[in-house]
């Protein structure tokens, strides 16, 4: 039996976290749900053509989180496969903050606060030249506390930017601590709701929420949308769920190992 993309994607973020013994796999795997479903069944891109004018456009914003999504590309065919081995090492081509070199990458994040503003910029251009593709922009719930952030929120809803869809994974941590002990972030639907946005808040580790929530977000003319998904940090992998340690410890050699055992016991 094959794999679903889904386990593609976890085992190739544990794996990566592993090998290159770096930080971010608590922040890859609560957004792996969306990710997923986001690459299958959503988002419109093509390997073969991947600078086509009517492509979706995707941004990271949260890019340090970017295993996550240099496996979906290179597992969709933006690059080979092998490159993933290389994750985070000297000289590679998929450094450990997503990077607009990387084929398939809109553009390179790594200080949070400006991803939802360079989607906003893509929207406004695309509405503007009668493109009618979308931009999706995945954002931590930790970057709610930047101005810039906040700015883009108000202006998007201020000029009904409808093919603007952003996501946000509230797994409720940030590098320092609980979200709601840094800046409580509640109620988070009504803020993006007063700013002029429809909201749709969801599970995010719940497939068909998910893709439910996208299928009407993509159908809006009149507002732009956004996913609330609450998620739960380090999902999938044992001891790290739910931990702040998550955002920093790498999975070691027997973690990695059970975990692998535990993936092939479920399918």
């Not at 000297?90 to 990387?102: A, F, S």
């Amino acid at each position: 039996m094959s794999k679903s993309f889904n386990k593609i994607l976890m085992e190739d973020v544990v794996k990566m976290t592993n090998a290159s013994n770096t930080s971010h796999v608590g922040g890859c795997l609560s957004c792996l749900d969306i990710v997923n479903v986001l690459f299958s069944d959503v988002i419109s891109i093509d390997s073969k053509n991947p600078k086509s004018q009517n492509r979706d456009r995707f941004i990271l914003s949260k890019g340090h989180t970017a295993a996550i999504i240099y496996s979906a590309l290179a597992n969709k065919g933006f690059f080979p496969l092998k490159w993933l081995k290389t994750f985070f090492e000297n000289g590679t081509k998929l450094p450990g903050h997503i990077d607009h070199k990387v084929p398939g990458v809109e553009f390179s994040t790594g200080s949070l606060g400006h991803g939802l503003s360079v989607g906003l910029g893509m929207a406004l251009s695309m509405r503007n030249n009668k493109i009618k593709s979308k931009v999706y922009v995945l954002l931590s719930d930790g970057e709610m506390n930047s101005g810039s952030t906040i700015e883009a929120i108000m202006f998007a809803g201020h000029h009904n930017v409808s093919n603007l869809i952003c996501i946000v994974d509230k797994n409720k941590f940030q590098a320092l601590g609980k979200t709601k002990d840094v800046i409580n972030l509640d109620p988070l639907g009504r803020k993006w709701e007063s700013f002029g946005w429809d909201v749709y808040d969801i599970d995010g580790h719940k497939p068909n929420e998910i893709r439910l929530a996208f299928n009407k977000a993509r159908k809006n003319k009149k507002k732009p949308s956004v996913l609330i998904c609450n998620t739960i940090k380090g999902k999938g992998l044992k001891d790290f769920e739910g931990q702040l340690f998550s955002h920093y410890k790498a999975p070691n050699n027997n973690q990695l190992e059970d975990f692998l055992e535990g993936l092939t016991d479920k399918e």
